[in-house]
Nanobody
Framework: VQLQASGGGLVQAGDSLRLSCVAS????????MGWYRQAPGKERELVAV???????AYADSVQGRFTLSRDSAKNTMYLQMNSLKPEDTAVYYC???????????????????WGQGTQVTVSS
């Protein structure tokens, strides 16, 4: 499945952004889906994840500020980011682990899928 991430931008500290991740197919099963980010010179880190049961988990650094949600009817996953800080500056990627999905009437199963990334820059 192809994932298309969008919604990044340049904001000031304290502002909000909502990232979107649209899947090219109708995902009806997955092990997990989530958002990762990678800041310059740093490794990619997990920000938020949802498992197949709908349980979400967050990195300590974003707990209480970020919210992951899914709209399966729209094949879209969101990351609502509030109270943004300069240290949230990074490229944000969406991921689907072992997605099973339909494209038309054809079922597909992938091992892994990544979106292309969307830049979030928070100025102080």
């Amino acid at each position: 499945v192809q994932l298309q991430a969008s919604g990044g931008g340049l904001v000031q500290a304290g502002d909000s952004l909502r990232l979107s991740c649209v899947a090219s197919g109708r995902i009806f099963r997955f092990d997990s889906m989530g958002w990762y980010r990678q800041a310059p010179g740093k490794e990619r880190e997990l920000v938020a994840v949802i498992n197949s049961g709908g349980t979400t988990a967050y990195a300590d650094s974003v707990q209480g500020r970020f919210t992951l949600s899914r709209d399966s009817a729209k094949n879209t996953m969101y990351l609502q980011m509030n109270s943004l800080k300069p240290e949230d500056t990074a490229v944000y990627y969406c991921n689907a682990d072992r997605p099973v999905y339909y494209v038309g009437d054809t079922i597909h199963a992938d091992r892994d899928a990544w979106g292309q990334g969307t830049q979030v820059t928070v100025s102080s």
